[in-house]
T-cell receptor, first 113, second 109 residues
Framework: IAGITQAPTSQILAAGRRMTLRCTQD?????MYWYRQDLGLGLRLIHYSNTAGTTGKGEVPDGYSVSRANTDDFPLTLASAVPSQTSVYFC????????????FGSGTRLTVV | GQNIDQPTEMTATEGAIVQINCTYQTSGFNGLFWYQQHAGEAPTFLSY????GLEEKGRFSSFLSRSKGYSYLLLKELQMKDSASYLC??????????FGKGTSLLVTP
């Protein structure tokens, strides 16, 4: 089934631990994104990648890093998790604005304790 | 940067019509999107406007005025399943979308 797969679905993580959220798409979309969604704050862009081999910073990049080694995968890493990174994380990809903008993954609910 | 404003909450009655407004200020403009998001789920695409005017798609319509930095989403013949958050998003260049904080719509019997 074409789309975006995120893993894990949910995770409870001890503060200070390292964590990688996985995102894989099979639509051959060039652009991929990571957002976090918090109550009252909406979706905020963390990092993006316009094409394999390139990445850029979004609105809230601090504490996060990404890589884009190939078209399909766009992992998000928290080097040393803090409680303020408790959030729902969505990965998305896009190819053409006219065809609907983004395809979203189902999200990862992360709790940092 | 971008500033996108939409009401936090709205309530409407089943069968009625509701209009959700969105105003934006951007340094550039390459399109405006509306997404629907049910609780605990990912956002899903509703509409895309890049030119001024009204785009109609079944019970949902979206309007854009670029000169006024204004859009609205119109939902007709409201159903209980329309209770959700509605997200306005703008792209100023490339494909990255900047989202408003969303409008939570409650449809009552």
């Amino acid at each position: 089934i074409a789309g975006i797969t995120q893993a894990p679905t949910s995770q409870i993580l001890a503060a200070g631990r390292r964590m990688t959220l996985r995102c894989t798409q099979d639509m051959r979309h060039n652009a991929m994104y990571w957002y976090r969604q918090d109550l009252g704050l909406g979706l905020r862009l963390i990092h993006y990648s316009n094409t394999a081999g390139t990445t850029g910073k979004g609105e809230v990049p601090d504490g996060y890093s990404v890589s884009r080694a190939n078209t399909d995968d766009f992992p998000l890493t928290l080097a040393s998790a803090v409680p303020s990174q408790t959030s729902v994380y969505f990965c998305a990809s896009s190819d053409s604005l006219e065809t609907g903008g983004y395809t979203f993954g189902s999200g990862t609910r992360l709790t940092v304790v | 940067g971008q500033n996108i404003d939409q009401p936090t909450e709205m309530t409407a009655t089943e069968g009625a019509i509701v209009q959700i407004n969105c105003t934006y200020q951007t340094s550039g403009f390459n399109g405006l999107f509306w997404y629907q998001q049910h609780a605990g789920e990912a956002p899903t695409f509703l509409s895309y406007n890049v030119l001024d005017g009204l785009e109609e798609k079944g019970r949902f319509s979206s309007f854009l005025s670029r000169s006024k930095g204004y859009s609205y989403l119109l939902l007709k013949e409201l159903q209980m399943k329309d209770s959700a958050s509605y997200l306005c998003a703008v792209t100023d260049s490339g494909y990255a979308l900047n989202f408003g904080k969303g409008t939570s719509l409650l449809v009552t019997p």
